[in-house]
């Protein structure tokens, strides 16, 4: 422990982040570094835990706690207390291929199982993440590491999302030959056109891609196995395959009038703002306004939240966000205890701008769209809203949803985006390699397995596990990766 009374002299300091009605000028990220003494500062509150459930990363009634990728939290903190960051950057990156990718987008659920926070504020372990990884990237110790060894065998992953990056990295350093099929243009996946600008600028992506195609891995884009590419062909060449193309099937608003136009699916929305963005500025008008429309959300999550975001900086003239669940707690409740994931109200970046703008959090709780309403030429031009209720089922026990009489609202919308979350993989991928999916319309393996039942294929992330995080995502490639090693050398020493 660098300095053991740290917790008790040094406050929590979090990144600076500009203000809301300065930063929806543009999509940059919005955070400013605190100073090298001050990071130390903060480094020095870790307390070294005897048992640091920060980096445990094991569900807790069914939540994860800490990181799933069990980074070596204290010890990278203690480091960087110390000012030895280089070593501090080596610890990080025994465990995390992508730091940045994380220290960016990650809830950081190492903090919510923080020590520090049972009883004040946890320790900032995300932003000295981030500190470690951009300290290594300014001083050129983030270089391309080139196998010495080849191992002959040839690895094909099917998408580039930060599992199939993960799988694909890992793979490569230990000197098997990857190629890297991605659909897209881009080369990210949920990384690249799943997540604004304003988490996670695109050169961050950029920078890395660059450094595994110096490290020998293949990217080939517009490539979409199934439709304009052969499963049979990649199987044909590959001694595995690795399927990680997550959890694209948004789910759907049933309700009258959704035929509407005007209605869009969340994913398609951000996506087309990302390519425009990076395309021309925004300046070739190929994607999906909101300047001066009233926009309805449907979805209350982090997805829902960049839409909030995106909307204000499109300039929209209205902003609602519907959440079918009740509002969540402002602090933990008595049966919600440290280290379990915290279940409370989060005021994220879309909402504060938002409020900035229109003088109210834009979110609507217990509330859900019931009819979609169109004028005369099959345009959206509102949304007919319902509060619901939630009672228990006589039978099961659990807490149904109930419209609540009399609640109806009419709300002016010619844009509504629909931010409901996934079903599971899109399917035709799956179908072409001959892989089963499960009831939940994921890739269907043994518990803990990532081999499918098609002979020299896995499958990894979202496409796997269903919709989660970043960091999920990569430990998922990462043990995808350990599995198909063993698989072509008979052992693994990943």
């Given at each position: 422990?660098?300095?053991?009374?740290?917790?008790?002299?040094?406050d929590?300091?979090?990144?600076a982040?500009?203000q809301?009605?300065?930063?929806?000028?543009?999509?940059?990220?919005?955070?400013?570094?605190?100073s090298?003494?001050?990071?130390?500062?903060?480094?020095?509150?870790?307390?070294n835990?005897?048992?640091?459930f920060?980096?445990?990363?094991?569900?807790?009634?069914?939540m994860?706690?800490?990181?799933?990728?069990?980074?070596l939290?204290p010890?990278?903190?203690?480091?960087?207390?110390?000012?030895?960051?280089?070593?501090?950057?080596?610890?990080?990156l025994?465990?995390?291929?992508?730091?940045?990718?994380?220290?960016?987008?990650?809830?950081a659920?190492?903090?919510?199982?923080?020590?520090?926070?049972?009883?004040?504020?946890?320790?900032?372990?995300k932003?000295?993440?981030?500190?470690?990884?951009?300290?290594?990237?300014?001083?050129?110790?983030?270089?391309?590491?080139?196998?010495?060894?080849?191992?002959?065998?040839?690895?094909?992953v099917i998408?580039?999302?930060?599992?199939?990056?993960?799988?694909?990295?890992?793979?490569?350093k230990?000197?098997?030959?990857v190629?890297v099929?991605?659909?897209?243009?881009?080369?990210?996946?949920?990384?690249?056109?799943?997540?604004?600008?304003m988490?996670?600028e695109?050169?961050?992506?950029?920078?890395?891609?660059?450094?595994?195609?110096a490290?020998?891995?293949?990217?080939?884009t517009?490539?979409?196995?199934?439709?304009?590419v052969s499963?049979?062909?990649?199987?044909?060449?590959?001694?595995?395959?690795i399927?990680?193309?997550?959890?694209?099937?948004?789910?759907?608003i049933?309700?009258?009038?959704?035929?509407?136009?005007?209605?869009?699916?969340?994913?398609?929305?951000?996506?087309?703002?990302?390519?425009?963005?990076?395309?021309?500025?925004?300046?070739?008008?190929?994607?999906?306004?909101a300047?001066?429309?009233?926009?309805?959300i449907?979805?209350?999550g982090?997805?829902?939240?960049?839409?909030?975001?995106?909307?204000?900086?499109?300039?929209?003239?209205?902003?609602?966000?519907?959440?079918?669940?009740?509002?969540?707690?402002?602090?933990?409740?008595?049966?919600?205890?440290w280290?379990?994931?915290p279940r409370v109200?989060?005021?994220?970046?879309?909402?504060?701008e938002?409020a900035a703008?229109?003088g109210?959090d834009?979110?609507?709780?217990?509330t859900?769209?019931?009819?979609?309403?169109?004028?005369?030429?099959?345009?959206l031009?509102?949304?007919?809203?319902?509060?619901l209720?939630?009672?228990?089922?006589?039978?099961?026990?659990?807490?149904i949803?109930?419209?609540?009489?009399?609640?109806?609202?009419?709300?002016?919308?010619e844009?509504?985006?629909i931010?409901?979350?996934f079903?599971?993989a899109?399917?035709?991928?799956?179908?072409?390699?001959?892989?089963?999916?499960?009831?939940?319309?994921?890739?269907?393996?043994?518990n803990?397995?990532?081999?499918?039942n098609?002979?020299?294929v896995f499958?990894a992330?979202?496409?796997?596990?269903?919709?989660?995080?970043?960091?999920?995502?990569i430990r998922?490639g990462?043990?995808?990766?350990?599995?198909?090693?063993?698989?072509l050398?008979g052992?693994?020493?990943?």
């Amino acid at each position: 422990m660098g300095k053991p009374t740290g917790f008790l002299d040094f406050d929590r300091s979090d990144n600076a982040a500009d203000q809301p009605l300065e930063r929806i000028k543009n999509y940059n990220e919005f955070h400013q570094p605190l100073s090298d003494e001050c990071r130390k500062a903060q480094a020095a509150r870790c307390m070294n835990c005897g048992v640091p459930f920060c980096q445990n990363g094991k569900p807790i009634h069914g939540m994860i706690s800490g990181c799933p990728l069990n980074n070596l939290i204290p010890e990278w903190n203690d480091l960087l207390y110390h000012d030895h960051k280089e070593q501090a950057l080596k610890r990080l990156l025994m465990t995390n291929n992508f730091p940045e990718f994380t220290s960016r987008v990650c809830p950081a659920l190492c903090e919510k199982a923080c020590t520090c926070g049972l009883n004040g504020d946890a320790v900032t372990v995300k932003e000295n993440e981030n500190a470690i990884i951009e300290f290594g990237f300014e001083n050129g110790l983030i270089k391309p590491e080139i196998p010495k060894v080849r191992s002959g065998k040839h690895v094909s992953v099917i998408g580039s999302g930060p599992a199939g990056l993960a799988a694909a990295d890992t793979l490569n350093k230990r000197g098997h030959v990857v190629t890297v099929y991605e659909r897209s243009d881009r080369v990210g996946g949920l990384l690249m056109y799943g997540i604004p600008n304003m988490k996670l600028e695109k050169s961050v992506i950029a920078r890395r891609v660059e450094i595994m195609k110096a490290e020998g891995v293949k990217f080939v884009t517009n490539a979409d196995v199934g439709h304009n590419v052969s499963a049979n062909e990649i199987l044909s060449k590959s001694d595995a395959v690795i399927l990680a193309c997550g959890s694209s099937n948004p789910r759907d608003i049933k309700a009258d009038g959704r035929d509407a136009e005007g209605i869009y699916f969340a994913v398609d929305f951000l996506k087309a703002t990302t390519k425009s963005l990076l395309d021309s500025a925004l300046a070739d008008d190929k994607y999906i306004s909101a300047e001066g429309k009233n926009v309805v959300i449907i979805g209350g999550g982090d997805t829902g939240n960049d839409c909030v975001g995106t909307c204000v900086r499109h300039g929209c003239s209205s902003v609602v966000q519907l959440e079918m669940m009740p509002k969540l707690p402002d602090e933990r409740a008595e049966n919600n205890p440290w280290p379990e994931y915290p279940r409370v109200c989060k005021n994220d970046y879309g909402q504060e701008e938002a409020a900035a703008v229109f003088g109210s959090d834009p979110r609507r709780y217990c509330t859900t769209v019931k009819e979609f309403i169109k004028d005369g030429e099959n345009k959206l031009c509102a949304v007919k809203t319902v509060r619901l209720e939630f009672v228990k089922d006589g039978e099961t026990g659990r807490m149904i949803p109930k419209e609540s009489e009399g609640s109806e609202e009419v709300i002016p919308c010619e844009l509504c985006l629909i931010a409901a979350g996934f079903l599971g993989a899109q399917g035709y991928v799956a179908e072409a390699f001959g892989v089963e999916l499960n009831s939940r319309s994921n890739v269907n393996t043994e518990n803990g397995k990532f081999g499918t039942n098609v002979e020299k294929v896995f499958a990894a992330g979202d496409m796997h596990i269903g919709q989660s995080l970043v960091v999920r995502a990569i430990r998922e490639g990462r043990d995808a990766a350990k599995e198909a090693d063993e698989y072509l050398m008979g052992y693994t020493n990943l």
